[in-house]
C-alpha cells in the first residue's frame, strides 16, 4: 500500500494539529495502522496504532491522553490528533501499514511507510 502523510507544520506548545495519512493501492480496511515519530539523532519510535476497523488503539505513554489516533476506512485515511503539543513532540512523523493481525509497536511490524511530515513545537 502507499501512503502519503500531510499536516505538519509549526505550532506553538500547547497548541494543536490533526496530521493525515492517505493510502492507496490496496484494501485499506485490511491493514493496522500506525504512527512513529523521528527526532534528530534519534531512533524512529512508536507513537500510535489503530486495529483494522478502528476498534482498538494503542499510544506510547508520553501521548496519552494528548493524541488520539482515528481512520476512515472509506476514505483510506488514518489520522492523528494531536493536542497539548510539546517541544519534545518535535520530530518528523510517518505513518505506516502492518499486515500483522496484531498491535505492533516495533518498526520491523510495519511494511509499508509514508514519507514523513514535520511537526515543529516552539516553546
Known amino acids: 500500500v502507499q501512503l502519503q502523510a500531510s499536516g505538519g507544520g509549526l505550532v506553538q506548545a500547547g497548541g494543536f494539529l490533526r496530521l493525515s495519512c492517505a493510502a492507496s493501492?490496496?484494501?485499506?480496511?485490511?491493514?493496522?495502522m500506525g504512527w512513529f515519530r523521528q527526532a534528530p539523532g534519534k531512533e524512529r519510535e512508536f507513537v500510535a496504532a489503530?486495529?483494522?476497523?478502528?476498534?482498538?488503539?494503542y499510544y506510547t505513554d508520553s501521548v496519552k491522553g494528548r493524541f488520539t489516533i482515528s481512520r476512515d476506512n472509506a476514505k483510506n485515511t488514518v489520522y492523528l490528533q494531536m493536542n497539548s503539543l510539546k517541544p519534545e513532540d518535535t520530530a518528523v512523523y510517518y505513518c505506516?501499514?502492518?499486515?500483522?493481525?496484531?498491535?505492533?509497536?516495533?518498526?520491523?511490524?510495519?511494511?509499508?511507510w509514508g514519507q514523513g511530515t514535520q511537526l515543529t513545537v516552539s516553546s
Open positions: 505506516a501499514s502492518s499486515v500483522l493481525d496484531r498491535t505492533e509497536i516495533t518498526v520491523r511490524g510495519y511494511d509499508d
Open positions: 493501492g490496496r484494501t485499506f480496511s485490511g491493514y493496522r
Open positions: 489503530i486495529s483494522r476497523s478502528g476498534g482498538s488503539t
